[in-house]
């Protein structure tokens, strides 16, 4: 099979609520279609800008690379980046933001994934990087949206506490430098003044609070449900059921839905602990996926379950939920500032050297992980951190939406090797000290 | 002075200056030309393009001579930088990097940015307050903003000659003046630009094609050598090592620091621009300096100027004015 030619295989998820919650979805995202051609405001906004301010203001969003991972597993990537490749722009950077831009693009709604993304009447960004200021600013262009950017400020202190999950639900303004904090309170207050004039809409504080409150609560179920897929053996579910049961939900966090969703992924996990279900029966081997989905082949993540019994039991999914996303605060504290405070440090948190690496080593650990499978390719101080573990690691060094540099055939041999000359000797340890049978 | 032999390396286009100099200490802009890396190789850093990796390069290296440095955040590379270089100190501290500190100045037109960005420059006088061992007063950075304006208004006179008809300085030329004046205190620079501002009855009169450079960032001059060798002459280039790394003037403001904040938080960095503002800058900068093409340098790391790329177009194109585009490989064949 001609690599650019790859399409890929859906999961066989173990769960019913990933369908369940996909058709919520489809349901919620002709909502927003409706309210579009009714002439109402649509955002698009970045998975790591602060959403919640869109929710207290009943504004309907779209954050982007969920649309992007649609796009990608409707196998439209190729299509869309050509879009912007034909007016100039590049197809090959930020491309997980930039094939929702090009689907923008898109004139013909009948073919479109879902009916086509609505025209946004908002874009809403934090301006990280070197690109995607740039990014949203051609996409507010072409479609004529208006674009509210933020800062993103980067961390200045030279000692950092490796171990910030142990601070960020409740002792968060001892992490983050009072002036970043700052910022972002006013960067938020910014937009919270723009997005009024821009609607008419009003804010609400109480509902503000009551949205921060059903955000924390959802996180808080997370938590719970990573902390038994940790502990569990064999695992009861993989991530082929979690990232999606999971994704789907967190861009409704602040709803009671969200909430409940997460709530029904927790009991569901539950269950099948307490009757002993297994996505792998024959599991021997425990696999960390890093980095974001392979929305277009999430069948690759159960590749491997019935040759060599190995189970992706971790992803960034349900672990920053649980980990990056809880803020508490206190009746007399300006709610605002816990909010500041989930987004301030996102980025490092996901990948700044100190604190990615001790929490990607952390979650490795507590969730018995024998190997490490990279989607693109691994930082040095990740890299360190696991090889100080005696964790093997292999790197894919493709991309996660765009399928056309994906050999399937080199892969597979690519995760055999892995696994069976790396990885089983760790496993087969770890198995002899947690008394699992052996079963080769 | 006292305190001049305290060397601070700069890595970046927007750390001032000004600061380093009120400190009593030696502002040296670090260099990113293409070189070999084996010490930074051996750790395999992501996210570090090639002349960042340079850098970095050099302060593994034993020898540098640096007692201190700063890192800018004009490119996400230099906040990986900072980030790598925290990290390493941390976990394998490698005894040649000397400390260091991040300037986190900030680009978006607001005033939050702004408050921002002062918290930054009192914290960075703070910082090298205390490497130096002398307080950063006000007065200090007056003189200091003084000192570098003067640079400033010479480096004035410099692009009137390369705008002028015909041209009378090489691209190549003034990007070495201006290499040489990132790594020399002001008055030492200032001497070297007056030397030949004297003598400017002397100077060439050039008269190949003028060519206005915009794209990727260039750490030295080969670019405009090859550029040049082929009967151009490059009279104008949007690039922090070129003529915008001396442009303007920072204003007498009550606090000096405010002056700072303005004219560093709205430095026409590449990185940090909009693309339709950097396709206008780039359209009158070119007119203004009677080019006859612009040239668009881009190379394969560098995630901004291909979402310029349109902006440019259309800026020239509706000013009538030609573009090349060319990559890394293309120069030869110019």
């Given at each position: 099979m001609s690599s650019t030619r790859f399409k890929g295989v859906r999961s066989a998820k173990s769960l019913d609520l990933a369908r369940e919650f996909n058709l919520y979805q489809r349901s919620w995202f002709a909502e927003v279609q409706a309210r579009a051609a009714a002439g109402g405001p649509i955002a698009v906004v970045n998975?790591?800008?602060?959403q919640e301010i869109f929710r207290a203001l009943d504004i309907p969003y779209v954050v982007t690379q969920w649309w992007s991972s649609v796009v990608a597993a409707k196998q439209k990537a190729g299509a869309y980046l050509g879009h912007l490749e034909a007016l100039g722009y590049p197809d090959t950077r930020d491309s997980y933001t930039a094939l929702a831009f090009g689907s923008s693009l898109d004139e013909r709604r009948d073919s479109a994934p879902w009916g086509g993304l609505p025209r946004p009447a908002i874009l809403h960004a934090v301006a990280g990087g070197d690109g995607m200021a740039k990014l949203f600013e051609a996409w507010a262009e072409h479609t004529g949206a208006d674009l509210y950017l933020i800062e993103r400020s980067t961390s200045w202190r030279e000692d950092i506490a490796p171990d910030w999950w142990a601070y960020s639900h409740d002792r968060w303004d001892e992490l983050i430098e009072p002036d970043r904090l700052e910022l972002m309170v006013d960067e938020l207050k910014g937009l919270i003044r723009f997005l009024e004039q821009r609607t008419g809409r009003r804010w609400d504080e109480a509902r503000f609070r009551a949205v921060l409150d059903l955000v924390n609560e959802q996180e808080q179920l997370y938590l719970e449900t990573r902390d038994m897929i940790a502990t569990?053996?064999?695992?009861?579910?993989s991530i082929a059921d979690t990232m999606p049961a999971t994704m789907v939900p967190q861009w409704h966090r602040g709803t009671s839905w969200g909430r409940d969703a997460a709530a029904r992924l927790h009991d569901a996990v539950q269950a099948r602990i307490d009757d002993g279900e297994a996505v792998c029966p024959e599991e021997r081997i425990r696999l960390m996926w890093l980095g974001v989905g392979l929305w277009f082949n999430m069948g690759f993540y159960e590749y491997f379950q019935a040759s060599h019994g190995a189970v992706f039991v971790w992803s960034i999914y349900l672990g920053l939920a649980a980990d990056g996303y809880i803020r508490h605060y206190r009746?007399?504290?300006?709610?605002l500032r816990s909010l500041a405070a989930r987004f301030v440090n996102i980025e490092e948190e996901l990948r700044g050297p100190t604190w990615s690496s001790q929490w990607h080593l952390k979650e490795a650990l507590s969730h018995g992980v024998d190997g490490i499978v990279v989607l693109d390719h691994l930082a040095y101080f990740d890299r360190l951190a696991f090889k100080r573990a005696g964790l093997p690691v292999l790197e894919l060094g493709v991309s996660n939406v765009d399928p056309r540099g994906w050999d399937d055939g080199r892969i597979r041999d690519q995760v055999t090797r892995f696994l069976e000359r790396e990885v089983e000797p760790v496993a087969a340890g770890r198995r002899g000290r947690e008394g699992t049978p052996r079963t080769e | 002075m006292a305190g001049e032999s305290i060397r601070v390396g700069v890595v970046g286009a927007a750390v001032p200056s000004e600061l380093v100099l009120a400190a009593g200490c030696e502002p040296l802009r670090m260099s990113g030309r293409a070189r070999a890396t084996p010490l930074v190789d051996a750790y395999?850093?992501?996210?570090?393009?090639p002349s960042t990796a340079a850098v970095m390069e050099q302060l593994l290296?034993?020898?540098?001579?640096?007692?201190f440095v700063l890192i800018g955040s004009d490119t996400h590379a230099q906040t990986v930088l900072f980030r790598d270089l925290r990290e390493l100190q941390r976990v394998e501290p490698q005894a040649s990097v000397p400390p260091f500190a991040l300037v986190d100045l900030l680009h978006l037109p607001h005033r939050t940015t702004s408050r921002y960005n002062r918290g930054q420059l009192v914290r960075i006088c703070e910082r090298l307050g205390s490497w130096a061992g002398a307080e950063v007063t006000g007065p200090r950075l007056r003189s200091a903003v003084t000192r570098v304006n003067s640079t400033r208004r010479l480096f004035g006179e410099l692009a009137r000659l390369r705008r002028s008809l015909p041209a009378r300085v090489t691209g190549a030329d003034a990007v070495r003046l201006i290499g040489e004046a990132l790594v020399c205190t002001p008055e030492r620079a200032q001497r070297r630009l007056q030397e030949l501002l004297v003598g400017e009855a002397s100077l060439p009169r050039l008269d190949g094609k003028r060519v206005y450079l915009t794209g990727s960032a260039h750490e030295d001059d080969s670019a405009y050598e090859a550029i040049e060798a082929r009967g151009y002459v490059v009279v104008g280039e949007d690039h922090p090592r070129g003529e915008l790394a001396f442009a303007g003037a920072v204003a007498d403001t009550r606090d000096p620091v405010d002056g700072l904040v303005e004219h560093y938080q709205y430095a026409p960095l590449p990185t940090r621009l909009s693309s339709r503002r950097r396709g206008v800058l780039v359209a009158q900068a070119a007119q203004a300096a009677h080019a006859d093409l612009v040239v668009c340098f881009t190379d394969a790391h560098d995630p901004a100027t291909p979402w310029d790329l349109p902006a440019i177009r259309q800026a020239l194109k509706a000013d009538g004015l030609p573009l090349l585009e060319i990559g890394p490989d293309d120069l030869g064949a110019l």
């Open positions: 998975a790591d800008a602060p569990a053996r064999p695992a009861p579910v009746d007399d504290d300006d709610p | 395999g850093f992501e996210e570090l393009d290296e034993p020898g540098h001579g640096l007692d």
